[in-house]
């Protein structure tokens, strides 16, 4: 490998791992702006982690990679990345109550506008990545990777519309 894994994704999957553990810490609570505000940092966090690690992607790694190496970070982006965020966006959902018992109405509608935000930086996290793969391999983007995102992105928007 030309370029390092640890390099371009290492806060990716940190951030990754950590929304399910805040998201469970969460959805015990009854709805203070302290519990709302957290989750909402959780939310911007991940959001500007995807941003920097796109980033990394185009500057550090080069295009295309060898289908070893794709293969890698393929393997990388769906078994572990995007499982931690697709059960942190499932568990969003169980988080409703939280917004819904805020002492601030219409805060659940930030928390939408959160979630199209991390959507679109996941779009262009998904689409950096892409465009490094050998085109061999690029269809798997679409079939495994972006299809999961959508997936549990959309799941999550519809329930807080």
Avoid: C
Wanted: aromatic content about 6%.
């Amino acid at each position: 490998m030309h370029f390092s894994i640890v390099l371009v994704f290492p806060s990716l999957s940190l951030a990754g791992f950590a929304v399910p553990d805040a998201k469970r810490t969460h959805s015990r609570t009854n709805g203070t702006l302290e519990d709302v505000m957290t989750i909402h940092d959780d939310a911007i966090n991940l959001e500007s982690t995807f941003s920097d690690s796109t980033n990394d992607i185009l500057k550090e790694v080069p295009a295309p990679v060898s289908e070893s190496d794709g293969q890698t970070l393929l393997s990388l982006s769906i078994n572990n990345l995007t499982t931690s965020v697709i059960d942190a966006l499932t568990g969003m959902v169980g988080s409703k109550t939280v917004f819904n018992n805020a002492p601030i109405s219409r805060i659940a509608a930030l928390f939408l506008q959160d979630m199209k935000n991390l959507q679109t930086s996941a779009d262009a996290w998904v689409v950096a990545l892409n465009s490094t793969l050998p085109a061999i391999l690029q269809p798997q983007v679409h079939d495994e990777l972006q299809f999961e995102l959508d997936s549990a992105f959309g799941a999550t928007i519809k329930f807080y519309l």
